[in-house]
């Protein structure tokens, strides 16, 4: 899988990346304003988030219906931008992955620890708790996929080189049977001996996936 995270930027015109797409497979997640385009265009589209809830009082949360609704079949939780910026704890990225797998949803769960962690040893430690967290609510789903986004490579232009990669997919896999995407300043020229490591699944895309012929070089590399 390769995905594309449009953060709250307005990424390319949906109708001309499903043309440039061709047969490619590919999900992009765009903002929420632009799912219903995407889906029309013929993307696989995922939101970015997703609530718990079906409905209720929660201001300014989606929930798995609305986006089922739309046309929208999956959604990342967790992205390390939630995590640091809007308070989302393990628990709450867990509720979030498990409604959205029970609704039948697809799932990208990120996880990712953060330079100070990688320095201070506790990388492991980091990634056991973010991925415990979602296993022991979601057990193991076809519909699961998890993202690892080492912090530090988010939008940095600094990649994990692909052994980092490979040694954290596996340790990854060794707590959750799941596929695994890699996410951290994913371009064109690095795409390809960061998928060619055994254990990375696909991919997770932030900025290059704003530009169309970037994603639909990575997409390529993907297939
Ligand atoms: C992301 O937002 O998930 C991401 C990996 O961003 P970037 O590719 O820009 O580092």
Same mark, same amino acid.
């Given at each position: 899988?390769?995905?594309?995270?449009?953060?709250?930027?307005?990424?390319?015109?949906?109708?001309?990346?499903?043309?440039?797409?061709?047969? !490619?497979?590919?999900?992009?997640?765009?903002?929420?304003?632009?799912?219903?385009?995407?889906?029309?265009?013929? !993307?696989?589209?995922?939101?970015?988030?997703?609530?718990?809830?079906?409905?209720?009082?929660? =201001?300014?949360?989606?929930?798995?219906?609305?986006?089922?609704?739309?046309?929208?079949?999956?959604?990342?939780?967790?992205?390390?931008?939630?995590?640091?910026?809007?308070?989302?704890?393990?628990?709450?990225?867990?509720?979030?992955?498990?409604?959205?797998?029970?609704?039948?949803?697809?799932?990208?769960?990120?996880?990712?620890?953060?330079?100070?962690?990688?320095?201070?040893?506790?990388?492991? =430690?980091?990634?056991?708790?973010?991925?415990?967290?979602?296993?022991?609510?979601?057990?193991?789903?076809?519909?699961?996929?998890?993202?690892?986004?080492?912090?530090?490579?988010?939008?940095?232009?600094?990649?994990?080189?692909?052994?980092?990669?490979?040694?954290?997919?596996?340790?990854?896999?060794?707590? !959750?049977?799941?596929?695994?995407?890699?996410?951290?300043?994913?371009?064109?020229?690095?795409?390809?001996? !960061?998928?060619?490591?055994?254990?990375?699944?696909?991919?997770?895309?932030?900025?290059?996936?704003?530009?169309?012929?970037?994603?639909?070089?990575?997409?390529?590399?993907?297939?």
């Amino acid at each position: 899988m390769i995905a594309g995270n449009w953060k709250m930027f307005r990424g390319p015109e949906p109708s001309a990346l499903r043309g440039a797409l061709g047969d !490619l497979p590919h999900v992009v997640a765009p903002p929420f304003t632009l799912l219903r385009d995407c889906v029309e265009a013929g !993307l696989t589209t995922y939101a970015q988030n997703v609530h718990w809830e079906p409905e209720g009082a929660y =201001t300014g949360e989606v929930s798995a219906p609305m986006l089922q609704d739309l046309g929208v079949t999956g959604a990342i939780v967790g992205h390390s931008e939630r995590r640091q910026y809007f308070g989302e704890t393990d628990l709450g990225v867990a509720r979030r992955a498990h409604a959205a797998l029970q609704a039948g949803l697809g799932v990208i769960a990120c996880v990712g620890e953060t330079w100070e962690q990688r320095e201070s040893g506790d990388t492991e =430690t980091v990634l056991r708790v973010q991925v415990e967290s979602i296993g022991d609510l979601c057990g193991t789903h076809d519909n699961l996929v998890i993202a690892y986004e080492p912090v530090w490579a988010i939008g940095t232009g600094k990649t994990a080189t692909p052994e980092l990669a490979q040694e954290a997919h596996a340790f990854i896999k060794s707590l !959750l049977a799941a596929p695994v995407l890699y996410g951290g300043s994913v371009k064109p020229d690095n795409a390809e001996e !960061l998928l060619a490591q055994p254990d990375v699944d696909g991919a997770l895309v932030g900025g290059a996936s704003l530009d169309l012929d970037s994603f639909v070089a990575i997409c390529r590399a993907g297939s």
